[in-house]
C-alpha cells in the first residue's frame, strides 16, 4: 500500500515562511513528478508546484520567487520551502505523485491527506 504522508502546516504570520514534507512510503519501484496542491475554501484544487525526476520545476505564478520545491529521490521524499507568505496562500495543501509500483507498470497518481496552512495578517 502506497501512502504521501505529509508535514510541516501551521500557522505563520504574513511575511512568514513555512516548510513542508511529504514523504512516499509503501510498494514503490520509481517515482515520476512529485507536487504541492493546494485548495482554499470554496475554491479549486490548483497546482502549486512540481518537480520531475530530473529536477525540472514547474511554479504557479502565484508563488514564482517565494517558493521551492526540492525533492530527495533516495528518501522519495519531496518539499516546499515557502517564504513570504501572504493570506492567500492559506489553504489546505496536497502533496501528489505519479509513481510505478513495478518496472513496466503503468503510472499512478496518489495523493497526500492535506496540511492546513494559514497566515494571518
Known amino acids: 500500500q502506497v501512502q504521501l504522508v505529509e508535514s510541516g502546516g501551521g500557522l505563520v504570520q504574513a511575511g512568514g515562511s513555512l516548510r513542508l514534507s511529504c514523504a512516499a512510503s509503501g510498494s514503490i519501484f520509481s517515482i515520476n513528478a512529485m507536487g504541492w496542491y493546494r485548495q482554499a475554501p470554496g475554491k479549486q484544487r490548483e497546482l502549486v508546484t512540481i518537480?520531475?525526476?530530473?529536477?525540472?520545476?514547474n511554479y504557479a505564478d502565484s508563488v514564482k520567487g517565494r517558493c521551492t520545491i526540492h525533492r530527495d529521490n533516495a528518501k522519495k521524499t519531496v518539499y516546499l520551502q515557502m517564504n513570504s507568505l501572504k493570506p492567500e496562500d492559506t489553504a489546505v495543501y496536497y502533496c501528489?505523485?505519479?509513481?510505478?509500483?513495478?518496472?513496466?507498470?503503468?503510472?499512478?497518481?496518489?495523493w497526500g491527506q492535506g496540511t492546513q496552512v494559514t497566515v494571518s495578517s
Open positions: 518537480i520531475t525526476s530530473g529536477g525540472t520545476t
Open positions: 501528489n505523485a505519479v509513481l510505478q509500483y513495478y518496472s513496466g507498470s503503468p503510472y499512478y497518481n496518489y
